[in-house]
């Protein structure tokens, strides 16, 4: 029989060990903290304060301007249109996207001899930069008689009409999305317990009974991680609009960000910058916050 006293002993070497462990664990983490502090953080609690302050365009203080920036902000009609659009844009993409990767991911999820032709194919959109990606499809898609067009054997406009301009908005931002999503639920679907896999089967469970009832749950996080992505990517998206579309035509892609692009860099509207950019954080905090609580309570 072990003595209580070593048994302490062994505890407190062991917790000795862990907090050396998390030490140097905060240690390799430090710099990147750092970084995140100096170029995101400082930034974001910065631009919070001046959100509530009259700042002219060269950052100086005029004084205390209360709510009046957002009421400001929430007047402009210009504003309440990106809202619209950009709620338009995260209704299409994120289920589109979600959809398309789950369906790659799980036509690949077996390990196989020539798996890995359709999993270089799936990631290749991650090699080329997004720029590039939305010059291509600027050329694919323009006018009537697009590459696009010809290939389908249509007539109608994309980039040049309001319905084809966010069609091709979302079919590019799945494509840029893709790569990334893919491999994060096709390594989930691969690291499922094949004993799991093995015992439903025995059971009598067949394909689809046990990819929807045994698979998709057990991959549930990180089917919830992807979604997350997906709504961040759709809330920030303004380089492609920029290089595709510039926000046209007639605003019906002008999502928030690109709104903010126009007004913080190109018409140097400190109140709008300030108001939009709390408001897209205030969000970011919020549904992190709620994706959190919800991984306490599933722990």
């Not at 004993?195 to 749950?217: H, T």
């Not at 303004?238 to 019906?252: D, H, K, N, Q």
Request: charged share 15%; proline share 3%; net charge positive.
């Amino acid at each position: 029989m072990i003595k209580p006293s070593i048994t302490n002993k062994l505890y407190n070497v062991k917790n000795l060990q862990r907090r050396h462990n998390d030490i140097r664990a905060y240690l390799f983490l430090a710099p990147a903290i750092l970084l995140a502090g100096l170029f995101c953080w400082y930034p974001a609690i910065k631009a919070f304060v001046e959100s509530f302050l009259t700042v002219n365009q060269s950052g100086k203080i005029l004084g205390f301007a209360g709510f009046s920036n957002y009421r400001i902000l929430f007047s402009d009609q210009a504003f309440l249109n990106s809202l619209r659009v950009t709620i338009i844009f995260v209704v299409l993409f994120v289920p589109l996207n979600t959809f398309i990767t789950l369906l790659a991911a799980s036509l690949t999820r077996r390990k196989s001899r020539h798996s890995h032709l359709p999993e270089y194919v799936f990631f290749t959109p991650v090699a080329v930069s997004l720029s590039a990606y939305s010059v291509l499809f600027r050329e694919l898609f323009r006018g009537k008689a697009s590459v696009i067009n010809r290939l389908l054997g249509l007539s109608g406009g994309w980039i040049t009409e309001p319905a084809g301009a966010m069609a091709t908005l979302v079919i590019l931002g799945v494509f840029l999305d893709f790569g990334i999503d893919y491999i994060l639920l096709m390594c989930a679907f691969r690291s499922v317990d094949r004993k799991v896999i093995e015992a439903a089967r025995m059971d009598g469970a067949g394909g689809w009974r046990l990819f929807f009832q045994v698979e998709i749950p057990m991959i549930r996080e990180t089917v919830l991680v992807t979604v997350f992505l997906a709504l961040k990517d759709a809330l920030l998206i303004s380089a492609p609009i920029i290089i595709l579309t510039e926000g046209g035509p007639f605003r019906s892609t002008e999502t928030i960000m690109f709104y903010y692009y126009i007004e913080a860099f190109k018409s140097g509207n400190r109140a709008v910058q300030n108001a939009l950019s709390s408001l897209v954080m205030s969000f970011a905090a919020a549904a992190m916050g709620i994706y959190s609580l919800r991984r306490r309570r599933a722990g």
